[in-house]
Structures are given as structure tokens and as C-alpha cells.
């Protein structure tokens, strides 16, 4: 009899957690006013690099230059270098960073060691959480370094657009199982360049902005505490 109420009081607790978590969980998955904000600052600011780094006539061409030269340096080993304007990125980091908007956009990563185990039992979360694993043993794999960010698949690139095309390639983003080359090129996004899909952009470049600015974005500070960046 103790025996069974152990087990009915430790299930019961499991599903109590479990609806706890979906609640913060479902936190993170709609448009906040603020959150909004948020995201037409990174848009805006997305598309004042590219224009100011790819000066041309029309927006279209600085930003198919920069698809261009951002693949091959890719390809290549580097990454291109743009100037970015750090006071502004820092400016609009600090509203980004707030936990109730970085994990609407963002997950929080959790480093993995060293591969992902047969039968492993994923935690409940009560905030969006990517745990990343596959790192071989006497290799530190560091994702500070790498362009792709772990979007929240249940947040922002979940969230329905009026916009069809960024409606479209949040879909194909998904179905892509990661950021990838096909999700820029996808349905058009680089000759219906509407305020949505710069906005949507942003979202999927901001690691990369961060990282160039001196910011490790999965740790929201500093690549270097004591550098002056």
C-alpha cells in the first residue's frame, strides 16, 4: 500500500509539473507589445548593416550581395566582417536580453556531454531550452562561434505573420530542421523585401550581428569580460 501511494503521489507530482511548465512555457509563445518593439528595433537595425556594409540603389541588391558573400566566406572557413554600430546593438540587447523577450524569440542552451544517450529523458522545462549534444571527447564544441541561433520554435518563428511569405519561410524553417542556406532563399524573401521579412531576417542573423559585435547571445555578455568591446 505505501508502496503504491509512492508511486501515485510521484506521478501525480510529475503531471503537476507538467502542466506548471507548459503554463511558463506558454508564456513565451505570443507577441507582447514590448515584444514588438523588440523585434522592429532589430529589423530596423538588420537593415541599416546590410545597406550601410552593401551600399546600393536598392535594398534588394545589398542584401543579395551580402546572401552572396556571406555563403562563400562561409564555405571558405571565415566569416565576412561587418562594421556594426555596438552602442546600438548594445542598446537594443538590453531590452532583447530581458528574460520575457530573449525566450520568445531564443532558447537557453544547455551544453550536452558527450553524445546523446540511448533513453534519455528530456527534463520539463518552464523555459524554451535547447540541450545540445554530440561534442567528441577532447573537442570542446563552443556554439559561441557559430552563426546559426537556437530559435524558440514555439515563440516567434511559430507565431502566425500577416505576411505570407515570412509566413512561408517560418514554415519552411521548421520543416528544415535548422537555419540553413534554403531558409534565406526561400519563397522569395530577398525580392519581397517588406518590413516582415527584414524583421524575420534579423531574427535569424542577430547571433551572427552579436557575434561580431563581441556578444556570446547564448550567454546574453560578453565574449570577453574584460575586454573593452
Excluded at 98 to 106: A, E, L, P, S, T
Excluded at 169 to 178: I, Q, R, S, T, Y
Amino acid at each position: 500500500m505505501l508502496k503504491l501511494r509512492l508511486i501515485f503521489f510521484s506521478v501525480l507530482f510529475f503531471y503537476v509539473g507538467l502542466s506548471y511548465s507548459q503554463i511558463y512555457l506558454d508564456d513565451y509563445s505570443q507577441f507582447t507589445p514590448e515584444r514588438r518593439l523588440v523585434l522592429n528595433k532589430m529589423g530596423d537595425f538588420f537593415d541599416q548593416t546590410i545597406c550601410k556594409n552593401f551600399p546600393a540603389e536598392i535594398d534588394t541588391v545589398s542584401y543579395i550581395n551580402f546572401q552572396t558573400c556571406l555563403w562563400q566566406t562561409v564555405t571558405d572557413g571565415f566569416s565576412i566582417v561587418l562594421n556594426i554600430d555596438k552602442a546600438k546593438l548594445k542598446e537594443i540587447n538590453q531590452m532583447l536580453f530581458k528574460d520575457h523577450n530573449y525566450y520568445f524569440f531564443y532558447t537557453r542552451v544547455i551544453q550536452m556531454w558527450p553524445t546523446d544517450p540511448i533513453g534519455y529523458e528530456y527534463p520539463v522545462d518552464s523555459i524554451p531550452t535547447s540541450r545540445v549534444f554530440g561534442a567528441h571527447m577532447g573537442r570542446v564544441k563552443n556554439n559561441k562561434y557559430r552563426i546559426q541561433p537556437y530559435v524558440n520554435r514555439n515563440g516567434y518563428i511559430a507565431v502566425p505573420e500577416n505576411d505570407p511569405v515570412v509566413q512561408k519561410a517560418k514554415e519552411d524553417f521548421v520543416l528544415a530542421g535548422d537555419f540553413s542556406p534554403s531558409t534565406y532563399y526561400s519563397y522569395g524573401l530577398l525580392h519581397e523585401l517588406s518590413k516582415p521579412v527584414k524583421e524575420y531576417l534579423s531574427v535569424l542573423f542577430w547571433k551572427y550581428l552579436c557575434f561580431l559585435g563581441g556578444i556570446d547571445m547564448d550567454e546574453r555578455k560578453p565574449m570577453c569580460e574584460t575586454c573593452d568591446l
